[in-house]
């Protein structure tokens, strides 16, 4: 078993405290099988609310997958007490977000869709419905009068 940390990145505009809201968000994500290589052309997600029964009994995990190609069942779990906010002063710095126990996959790549909030950063106004697919997001805080935003959001993975 190999944890992966996923690293966030991305320049702040006026905002802090970029999280995964809920336990319902849904981490989409493209897994190579550690067997024999093969990578999936479709996004799969997972999510801390998910868990499957792990064959043999040796307990559960936020997704269990068969690969298509060798048959090797393989499984991924997210370690949530690993999920961090990225923060004003990671602004533009690799910063990992959250960590992945992997049984026979690897991450490789990551796509931030729905499900993102943040605060500003002066007045502490909560942006709960923030979507990273395009890779930028904008809106306007009303109390402090100033744009905000998250631009070039970008990701790599690491071995922990």
């Known amino acids: 078993m190999v944890k992966f940390g996923l690293q966030f990145k991305a320049t702040l505009e006026n905002v802090t405290n970029v999280r995964p809201l809920g336990d319902d968000f849904r981490w989409f994500l493209k897994l190579k099988c550690g067997n024999c290589g093969?990578?999936?052309?479709?996004?799969?997600?997972?999510?801390?609310v998910e868990s499957v029964p792990v064959k043999g009994g040796r307990g559960s995990?936020?997704?269990?997958?068969?690969?298509?190609?060798?048959?090797?069942?393989?499984?991924?779990?997210?370690?949530?007490?690993?999920?961090?906010?990225?923060?004003?002063?990671?602004?533009e710095s690799f910063k990992t977000m959250v960590?992945?126990?992997?049984?026979?996959?690897?991450?490789?790549d990551f796509q931030p869709q729905a499900g993102f909030a943040a605060?500003?950063?002066?007045?502490?106004?909560?942006?709960?419905?923030?979507?990273?697919?395009?890779?930028?997001?904008?809106?306007?805080?009303?109390?402090?009068?100033?744009?905000?935003?998250?631009?070039?959001v970008t990701h790599q993975f690491i071995k922990c």
């Open 61 to 91: 995990a936020s997704m269990v997958q068969r690969c298509k190609l060798c048959s090797r069942e393989n499984s991924i779990d997210i370690l949530g007490d690993t999920i961090k906010a990225y923060n004003a002063d990671d602004s």
């Open 99 to 108: 960590q992945f126990e992997c049984r026979g996959l690897e991450p490789v």
């Open 38 to 48: 093969e990578i999936p052309d479709k996004w799969q997600y997972i999510t801390l």
């Open 119 to 152: 605060e500003g950063a002066e007045s502490g106004t909560l942006f709960p419905e923030i979507n990273l697919q395009e890779k930028d997001w904008t809106d306007y805080d009303e109390k402090v009068r100033e744009s905000v935003g998250i631009y070039e």
